[in-house]
Every structure is written in structure tokens, then in C-alpha cells.
């Protein structure tokens, strides 16, 4: 099973460089992403593939449910590098629809660790109970808590002091919140977008 995954990549390698024989000298050299996406772990929702883009253009940090705590060193240190140093324009927080991790905080089940993990979700699941709980099936109610799940997570980037201070410097950088469709492969927008300190 292992050794498939190195043939696959030498193919990939060679397929590459033959498409565009500077393609690996180029990127050994710099990346220059203009973009962060803050995902989901989920196997499913592979970030480039997604919206099309090369290594090299899409800077990637993704963990269970698409969480941006602001006590995780892991995303601190991922948005401060985009920010600071790669000086994306766009971050793009990406959640998808079906997600076990937001499930698992709407169904309160008990999964270990992440049950800690999950405690940012819980707390929209209890700001936005009452419209969640007024929808009909569980399926739909976990999407739904997906889609708040967003919108908060997209706020919480947004009250970071990285991004913040970025704001106040006047650099130019705009958040997003887009949900993912596993059943259709299709993006959308949630239109949430913050794009400075007026906005948050
Ligand atoms: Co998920």
C-alpha cells in the first residue's frame, strides 16, 4: 500500500515536468500564495483540488471542523506567516456541509479529545439553538449548524490581533466564509465576507 504512494508521486513528478520543465525549479525558489485556506481535515475536501489552484498558490492550514481558536499555536503561527510574510489577500475560511466534527457537537456525543476541541462549535450551536432546533430533519440541522459554524469561525479569525493590526497598518486583506458540498463538489459563498475594522 505505502509503495503505491511513492510510485504515484514519482509519476506525478515526472508528469509535472513534463508539462513545464521549470515547474519544480521555480517553486524551489519561492512561494507567493495570495490566498490561506482555513478547512476542514476531512479527506474529502482536498483544498487545492477544490478550486484548481498549483502548489504554490494556496497556503493551507486545516484541522477537525475548520476552527481558528485563538489559543491554538498551530493556526496562530499559519495566519501570522500568511500575513505577515506571504502577505496573502485573501484568507478563506472553508467549512463543508455533512461534517462529522460539527455533528459531533450538535449531537453532543463523546469522541475523546476533540470533544475539547469542539467547544467553539458548541457555543454557536447554543447562540443559534432555537433556528437550528426549528428545522425538521438532522441532516439539515447539521448543515446548518455548518453554516453558522462558518460564520463564526470567519469572526474569530477576524478578531485576531494579526489581522487586526494588518487593518490598522492598511494592508489589504479580506476574510472569507465559504461551504463546501460534498454530494456536488460545489462551493458556495456565504457571503460574510470581512474585509476591515468597519466590518467586524
Ligand atoms: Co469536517
Not at 525558489?29 to 474529502?44: E, N, T, V
Not at 487545492?48 to 475548520?66: Q, S
Not at 481558536?69 to 485573501?90: C, E, G, R, T, Y
Request: charged share 25%; hydrophobic share 45%.
Amino acid at each position: 500500500m505505502i509503495d503505491d504512494l511513492f510510485r504515484r508521486n514519482r509519476a506525478w513528478s515526472i508528469a509535472r515536468q513534463e508539462r513545464d520543465p521549470d515547474f519544480f525549479p521555480r517553486l524551489a525558489r519561492q512561494q507567493r500564495p495570495a490566498y490561506l485556506w482555513i478547512g476542514c481535515a476531512d479527506s474529502r475536501v482536498p483544498a487545492n483540488e477544490i478550486v484548481g489552484l498549483d502548489p504554490g498558490e494556496l497556503f493551507v492550514h486545516r484541522n477537525v471542523a475548520n476552527l481558528a481558536p485563538p489559543s491554538d499555536i498551530n493556526f496562530l503561527s499559519v495566519l501570522s506567516f500568511a500575513v505577515a510574510v506571504l502577505k496573502v489577500q485573501h484568507v478563506i475560511v472553508c467549512g463543508h456541509y455533512g461534517c462529522g466534527g460539527v455533528r459531533a457537537a450538535l449531537l453532543d456525543e463523546r469522541n475523546g479529545i476533540v470533544d475539547h476541541w469542539l467547544e467553539p462549535v458548541r457555543g454557536t450551536y447554543r447562540r443559534n439553538a432555537a433556528r437550528i432546533e426549528a428545522i425538521g430533519s438532522e441532516a439539515d440541522r447539521v448543515n446548518a449548524l455548518c453554516e453558522f459554524n462558518v460564520q463564526d469561525r470567519v469572526q474569530d479569525v477576524a478578531a485576531t490581533t494579526i489581522i487586526r493590526d494588518a487593518w490598522a497598518a492598511g494592508q489589504k486583506l479580506a476574510i472569507h466564509g465559504w461551504i463546501y458540498g460534498l454530494a456536488d463538489g460545489l462551493l458556495r459563498n456565504l457571503d460574510v465576507t470581512v474585509a476591515g475594522l468597519e466590518d467586524s
